[in-house]
């Protein structure tokens, strides 16, 4: 990795990693990982961890993993690590080869386990799950000690043993850690290491039947891999006590657990679980769906990896949980966009407007690819008698503060001419379905022939020329801005149905032909967007609402 990069600003991680690096405890080394559990889509949450995880790495010189927490065999899958790996690479980090799976340390872990088993401080217990929890005791009131907490090492040995050979039934016995059912921290009530399941699991197929609990499995995957900063969320905090008991007793190499509030947006969900109940009801149409808060979904709406990591980081590394807004992340993608994007025109909701003082002939305008950016150019633009404009760009009685296309009104089209609205032709219905103009020759954009201001510039394309596509636009999934929030409500109770609105339809530019799949534009005074990847077909284009524009069409006429 390249250690030139810019830093992340300053945090309480990093103070722990100076000091760390002072005081020699690691050999000057910092290594990191990223741990996800392949049982669904990342999510915008996990980009933070992912930017985190791999930036330290970056910033120190150091390493990070990518490691599969895979420990639980009956919710994981490939679909899941394949796209994991994806996203991660899509938003620019790079685990150089280490990729490991928690199940390539199963062994290892067994290896352990016995060896709490013959210090004495592991035990194989026989209470039915429900008998655990419940001597288990509540946070305020201690728990009780299980009948078969004093087996002898022996025994448990033996059990343990045949726990793994496959001789028991699901449930029928546990391996816990001897510890304190007294404890006020519940963790520490002696957890269970290990659960009989006999489960199929995507890496070790059937050789295990007794599968390890995360909180057994995680912290000695870190250690195993020489982890020396273990960023995890804030719910694993009073898991430390818990992992660092493990590792004392193991004496293995101790990383540092360091804890960091999860990242939140309000108008979403992040749970996984919940998630995958939005995919599995087909309330959405995939984990990729752009209306969903997945990495894969960002980049099929037409997110840039570089808006969603400057995003994250931006947001900054907490102590303490806190809600983000979701227009900070859309501020970072216009941002982003507005300097890459090249501008072009492209009608939603399209009106024939037909100029009758025109020549019969097609002229060719100059239009700027993005002002932000001289060097993206220019391009040519037809222009004709017939022309699509934005229905909501005419008003046949417009409010007091419309000033854009009315009876008798002009305005300017955009690197054109000023135009003024003659006539308007409806059918039977009273529907207005054309409109006769003129235009004003003297007027031309750029020309300089004539100093007439008009108060509003619009959007149009050449009816010959225009291109015709399908536009997606999007609103947020929720209409509330904490779906989870109510505990008597479902949060599917809180969806948007009006979250995608699909125009056939549209009219854009000729030279949008030519766009691919993932290719972005802004659409002028519409917003960004971008083809989609998944519904476009050679004769269909679909483009997807990235995001829309703050900016209107008062600044747009200020540059004319
Ligand atoms: P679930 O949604 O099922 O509770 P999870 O979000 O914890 O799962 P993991 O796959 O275990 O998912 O997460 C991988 C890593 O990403 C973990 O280190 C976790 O702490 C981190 N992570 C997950 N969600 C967030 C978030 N919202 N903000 C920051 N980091 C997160
Ligand atoms: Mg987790």
Redesign the pocket.
């Known amino acids: 990795m390249n250690q030139n990069e810019k830093s992340l600003p300053s945090n309480f991680i990093k103070d722990r990693i100076d000091d760390d690096l002072k005081t020699g405890k690691y050999a000057g080394k910092v290594i990191t990982r ?4 392949p ?2 889509y990342l999510h915008i ?2 980009a ?2 992912i930017a985190l995880n791999f930036g330290l790495a970056r910033e120190y010189n150091g390493k990070c993993n990518l490691r599969f ?1 895979d420990t639980n065999p009956t919710k994981e899958e490939q679909e899941y690590v394949d796209s994991i790996k994806e996203d991660i690479k899509w938003l620019g980090f790079d685990w150089e080869g280490r990729e490991y799976y928690a199940s390539d340390y199963f062994d290892k872990l067994y290896e352990y386990a016995i060896k709490l088993v013959k210090k004495g401080v592991a035990y194989v217990d026989s209470l039915s799950s429900e008998e655990i929890k419940e001597y288990r005791g509540m946070p305020t009131s201690p728990g009780k000690e299980s009948p078969y907490r004093n087996r002898t090492v022996d025994e448990n040995l033996e059990l343990f043993e045949k726990m793994k050979n496959g001789e028991f039934e699901d449930g029928e016995h546990v391996l816990r850690a001897k510890i304190d059912m007294t404890s006020p921290n519940m963790n520490l009530r002696d957890p269970v290491l290990y659960r009989i399941k006999h489960a199929h699991h995507h890496r070790t197929g059937d050789k295990w039947c007794i599968y390890p609990m995360y909180d057994w499995a995680h912290g000695q995957s870190d250690s195993i891999e020489g982890i020396t900063h273990s960023i ?2 804030l719910e694993f905090e009073n898991h430390r006590p818990l992992y660092d008991w493990f590792i004392d007793q193991l004496e293995i190499h101790h990383p540092s657990q360091i804890e960091f509030a ?3 947006l309000n108008y979403t969900v ?4 919940k998630l995958l109940q939005l995919v599995e009801q087909k309330i959405v149409d995939g984990w990729d769906d752009p209306r969903m808060p997945t990495i894969s979904a960002f980049r099929r709406r037409g997110y840039t990896p570089e808006s969603i990591v400057s995003f994250v980081e931006g947001v900054g590394v907490a102590k303490r949980d806190n809600v983000v807004d979701i227009s900070v992340l859309e501020y970072a993608i216009r941002q982003d966009l507005n300097k890459k994007a090249m501008r072009v025109m492209a009608v939603i909701n399209p009106l024939k407007i037909v100029i009758t003082n025109y020549p019969d002939e097609i002229e060719y305008l100059d239009a700027v690819n993005n002002p932000e950016d001289e060097s993206m150019g220019k391009r040519k633009i037809p222009f004709g008698k017939e022309l699509w404009i934005e229905r909501e760009d005419f008003q046949e009685v417009p409010h007091k503060k419309f000033h854009r296309l009315s009876p008798g009104n002009e305005v300017r089209l955009r690197y054109a001419y000023i135009i003024k609205c003659e006539e308007v032709i409806k059918d039977e219905l009273g529907n207005i379905i054309e409109l006769r103009c003129s235009y004003d020759p003297d007027t031309k954009s750029g020309s300089g022939k004539s100093d007439k201001k008009v108060k509003g510039t619009i959007h149009w394309v050449s009816a010959p020329h225009a291109f015709e596509a399908e536009i997606r636009l999007y609103d947020r999934l929720f209409n509330v801005e904490n779906p989870s929030g109510d505990k008597d409500k479902d949060f599917l109770d809180f969806i948007n149905p009006q979250s995608l609105e699909i125009k056939t339809k549209c009219k854009l530019e000729p030279g949008l032909k030519d766009a691919k799949p993932g290719d972005r534009f802004q659409f002028e005074r519409q917003g960004y967007f971008c083809v989609d990847t998944k519904y476009t077909t050679l004769d269909k284009p679909v483009f997807n609402r990235v995001v829309t524009l703050r900016d209107t069409w008062a600044k747009i006429a200020s540059r004319q």
Do not use: I, V
């Open positions: 990223f741990p996800p559990e049982n669904g949450g996990h933070k961890s927490d995890c969320t999860r990242l939140n992040m749970s996984k679980r």
